[in-house]
């Protein structure tokens, strides 16, 4: 079974930074690249931010650009987001996706996911 697997989430003041790591299923070679999603309670799956495994091409959602980054270690086929500056609106389950043909920021572009970690930004 294909399902990438999420960690690094938690319990954050207002202002703080979390680091969430996201280790893919297969090899690189094998699918284009991978996105972070996240979701509020009673919301929908919002887009957060997806590169290529090439890194030749980064997406960010407007709400996260300056404050969050995404990286990659193809050597280890994982995924990072750190999150900075985190305010309370970033609070949700954040999830990791993998595409196999091409990334985007819609949900329907990834194949798998993986169950979700969950972020909390709260004093």
């Known amino acids: 079974q294909v399902q990438p697997v999420e960690s690094g989430g938690g319990l954050v003041q207002p202002g703080g930074s979390l680091r969430l790591s996201c280790a893919a299923s297969?090899?690189?070679?094998?699918?284009?690249?991978m996105g972070w999603f996240r979701q509020a309670p009673g919301q929908g799956r919002e887009f957060v931010a997806a590169?290529?495994?090439?890194?030749?091409?980064?997406l960010y959602a407007d709400s996260v650009k300056g404050r969050f980054r995404i990286s990659r270690d193809n050597a280890k086929n994982t995924v990072y987001l750190q999150m900075n500056g985190l305010k309370p609106e970033d609070t949700g389950v954040y999830y990791c996706?993998?595409?196999?043909?091409?990334?985007?920021?819609?949900?329907?572009?990834?194949?798998?996911w993986g169950q979700g970690t969950q972020v909390t930004v709260s004093a």
């Open positions: 297969g090899r690189t070679n094998v699918n284009e690249g």
């Open positions: 996706a993998q595409a196999r043909s091409r990334i985007g920021s819609t949900t329907s572009e990834y194949d798998y």
């Open positions: 590169t290529k495994w090439t890194g030749d091409v980064i």
